[in-house]
C-alpha cells in the first residue's frame, strides 16, 4: 500500500474538485484523493483527475467505505462496475449508457436475440442489472414479485413477494424498476410496498407501505417511482400530509426524515441528485411542483412552480446547475437555474411535451418524443428546436455510443437512430419478437429498453427480451 499511498498523497496536490468529483481514501485513511470514477475492471478502480489523466487503484487498497461504494454501495453516481445498470435510467437516471464497441448498424431481421424469459410476470417494471444479474418485478396472479434472472442466460434465480395485485385498466401489476446498491435490492411495488431485499438470496430484511407507514395516497396509476438509494439512504416519494418525501435507512427501513413543509400528493416521476457547487440534494418533480431537499433533514432549499396536470411523469435532468423537465397533456417543458438557493426560469415552452418515454441529454441536445411534433432534438440550453421527425410511433428511448434506441409503444419497433443536430437518421429496425397476449387493450409496450454489458433488454409483460448489440 506504501506506493500507492505515496502516489495518492501526490495526487492530491494535483487534484481539483467539480461537481462530478468525489474524495477516495486508502485503507490507512491518512491519503486522500479528489477524482471521477472512470470505471472498475478485474478488482481495478480507474480514477480521472480534472486534468484528464488517469490512475488505476487496486480496490482492496481502497478504505472500506470506498469499496463499499464500488461493490454497489450506491445508486446515485459513478459507483456502478462497467456495464452494469443499477438502477432507473441508469448509473446516473439519466438513460445515457457510457458503453462503447456497439454495433452502428444491424442485421435486416435485428440484432441476434441471446435468450427470451416468458414468465416475467404482468406489469410494466423496468430492469437493473447488476453483478451479472437482472432484477425486476413481476405479477403472478395476485402476487406482485421481485424477479431475479441470470442476465447471460434469462434462467430465473429467485423471486419474493413483496405485495399484492394493483388492478388497472391500462394493466395491472407493477410499474417501477428496482435499485441495486449496497448488495440489496430496494423495489416499490405499485399499491406503495416498499422492500430490501439480498440481492444474492432474495430473503427479505424490511419492507414498508407508503400508504399504510406514511399515510401516501395512491394515485390514479399507481405508484411507479423507482427508489433512490443515496449512501445509507433509501428515499421515496408517499405523498401526502406525512410529508411528501421520505427517508429511510437503508440498512433496517428505520425513517431518517419527513419533508415537513412539502406535503403534496405523490405523482410518477422518481427523484435524482445534483450537487450544485458541491451542495448535494434531492431534486423531485410534483404535479404543480419541482423541488429540491437537504439530503440531512429534508428541509426545502428551493421551490418553484409547474404546470402539471392530470400525470407528471418524466425524471429531470440536470445539468451545470441547470434543472430541465417535461410533462404531457399539453403541458410542455421548463428549464430553470440554481443561483444561491434560488430557482430562477430561463424557459418555458411546448417545444418537448413528453408523456412517459423519457427524455434524454446528449452533450448540449436533448432527445425524446413529443406529443406536439414526434420525436424531437432541441436545445438544452435555449429550449428551441433543433429538428423534428415523425419517426416511428411515440415511445421510450435510450442512448449508447452515438445513437439513440428509440422503441415504439404501439407496435414494438426498435430503431437505432444517430445522435446528430442534423435530423432525424435511423440506420437500422427491427420489431420486438416476444409480445404479450395478456396485456390490456389500453395498454402498450411500455418499459424502457436498457442497455448494459453489451446487450439490449427489452419487455412486453411476461416477456423479457436480451439482445446481442455488441460489435
Avoid at 430541465?324 to 426560469?345: P, S
Avoid at 406536439?372 to 421510450?396: L, M, N, P
Avoid at 443536430?421 to 396485456?439: H, I, N, P, T, Y
Wanted: a neutral charge; one cysteine or more; proline letters at 3%.
Amino acid at each position: 500500500m506504501k506506493t500507492v499511498s505515496t502516489t495518492l498523497a501526490f495526487l492530491c496536490l494535483l487534484a481539483a474538485a467539480h461537481a462530478e468529483v468525489r474524495t477516495w481514501t486508502d485503507a490507512s485513511g491518512k491519503f486522500q484523493i479528489k477524482a471521477e470514477l472512470v470505471g472498475v475492471q478485474a478488482g481495478q478502480a480507474t480514477l480521472k483527475r480534472e486534468d484528464g489523466t488517469t490512475i488505476r487503484i487496486p480496490v482492496a487498497n481502497l478504505s472500506k467505505a470506498d469499496q463499499a461504494l464500488l461493490g454497489g454501495g450506491s445508486s446515485t453516481g459513478g459507483g456502478a462496475a462497467a456495464g452494469d445498470w443499477p438502477q432507473w435510467r441508469g448509473p446516473n437516471r439519466d438513460d445515457v449508457s457510457k458503453e462503447t464497441g456497439l454495433l452502428k448498424k444491424w442485421p435486416a431481421d435485428g440484432p441476434k436475440r441471446a435468450w427470451v424469459n416468458e414468465d416475467a410476470g404482468l406489469g410494466y417494471s423496468g430492469f437493473a442489472v447488476a453483478g451479472g444479474k437482472l432484477y425486476t418485478l413481476g405479477l403472478y396472479d395476485t402476487d406482485e414479485k421481485v424477479v431475479c434472472l441470470d442476465a447471460a442466460t434469462g434462467k430465473k434465480v429467485w423471486d419474493t413477494t413483496i405485495g399484492s395485485i394493483y388492478n388497472n385498466n391500462w394493466g395491472n401489476g407493477p410499474r417501477s424498476t428496482p435499485t441495486v446498491a449496497n448488495g440489496m435490492v430496494y423495489a416499490l411495488g405499485a399499491n406503495g410496498d416498499l422492500a430490501c431485499l439480498n440481492a444474492e438470496t432474495g430473503k427479505k430484511e424490511w419492507d414498508k407501505s407508503l400508504t399504510k407507514d406514511f399515510g401516501g395516497k395512491l394515485q390514479s396509476w399507481g405508484y411507479t417511482e423507482s427508489p433512490l438509494v443515496d449512501g445509507d439512504q433509501v428515499v421515496v416519494t408517499p405523498g401526502g400530509k406525512g410529508g411528501a418525501i421520505v427517508a429511510l435507512d437503508s440498512k433496517s427501513g428505520a425513517v431518517r426524515w419527513k419533508t415537513k413543509d412539502l406535503t403534496d400528493d405523490a405523482q410518477y416521476s422518481s427523484i435524482i441528485v445534483i450537487e450544485p457547487k458541491g451542495q448535494k440534494q434531492y431534486v423531485q418533480l410534483l404535479m404543480t411542483t419541482i423541488v429540491g431537499v437537504s439530503p440531512k433533514d429534508g428541509a426545502i432549499v428551493w421551490k418553484t412552480d409547474f404546470p402539471g396536470r392530470t400525470a407528471v411523469i418524466p425524471t429531470p435532468i440536470y445539468k451545470d446547475g441547470h434543472i430541465y423537465v417535461t410533462a404531457g397533456y399539453g403541458v410542455g417543458c421548463k428549464m430553470i437555474k440554481l443561483t444561491d438557493g434560488v430557482a430562477q426560469e430561463v424557459y418555458s415552452n411546448k417545444n418537448m411535451v413528453n408523456h412517459h418515454g423519457g427524455v434524454i441529454l446528449v452533450g448540449d441536445l436533448l432527445y425524446g418524443h413529443s406529443d406536439s411534433g414526434g420525436w424531437t432534438c432541441q436545445d438544452f440550453a435555449t429550449g428551441e428546436v433543433v429538428w423534428k421527425d415523425r419517426g416511428i410511433e411515440k415511445g421510450a428511448v435510450a442512448y449508447a455510443d452515438g445513437m439513440l434506441y428509440c422503441q415504439s409503444e404501439k407496435d414494438g419497433t426498435i430503431a437505432l437512430v444517430e445522435a446528430s443536430k442534423d435530423g432525424w437518421k435511423m440506420v437500422s429496425s427491427f420489431k420486438l419478437e416476444a409480445q404479450s397476449s395478456q396485456r390490456k387493450p389500453q395498454g402498450r409496450i411500455w418499459t424502457h429498453p436498457v442497455i448494459a454489458g453489451g446487450k439490449l433488454f427489452l419487455r412486453d409483460q411476461e416477456f423479457i427480451s436480451c439482445y446481442d448489440i455488441k460489435g
